[in-house]
């Protein structure tokens, strides 16, 4: 630990975090819907394309193969990709939070050390 943490500059540091965590919130609250969208947009093109191809009599075994098409494939490509985001910044959340509870704990470690004292 750096002997230069003041009690003053772990509040500081945790104010900080309190803002990150806080601009993080409303980033995976976006991200969500920016996936949810995009899931739908999945979930239609699967479904629709269903159809098509079961409308022009395609087996219904190899159906789930030939959906997976150019368009729905860059869909499916797409809702990875923002899966991946969403999860990210969900680890970026407990990554704060963690950082914010190591500085609690220092912070009571240094308030046991000067009652000691």
């Known amino acids: 630990m750096k002997p ?3 009690p003053g500059i772990i509040i500081e540091n945790m104010v900080e975090i309190i803002t990150e965590l806080s601009e993080k919130n409303d980033e995976y609250v976006n991200l969500s819907k ?3 969208g995009i899931e739908r947009d999945y979930n239609l093109a699967v479904a629709k394309k269903t159809l098509e191809l079961k ?3 395609y087996p219904i075994g190899i159906i789930k193969e030939v ?3 150019e368009k729905v494939a860059e869909l499916k490509f797409s809702l990875d990709v ?3 985001v969403e999860n990210a910044c969900l680890q970026a959340i407990k990554d704060l939070r963690s950082a914010c509870d190591v500085y609690r704990s220092i912070l009571a470690w240094k308030k046991a050390e000067m009652t000691a004292q």
Request: hydrophobic letters at 40%; zero cysteines; aromatic letters at 0%.
């Open 4 to 6: 230069d943490l003041t």
């Open 82 to 84: 923002a899966v991946t």
């Open 55 to 57: 409308n022009l009599g």
């Open 67 to 69: 959906v997976k098409g």
């Open 34 to 36: 920016d996936r949810a």
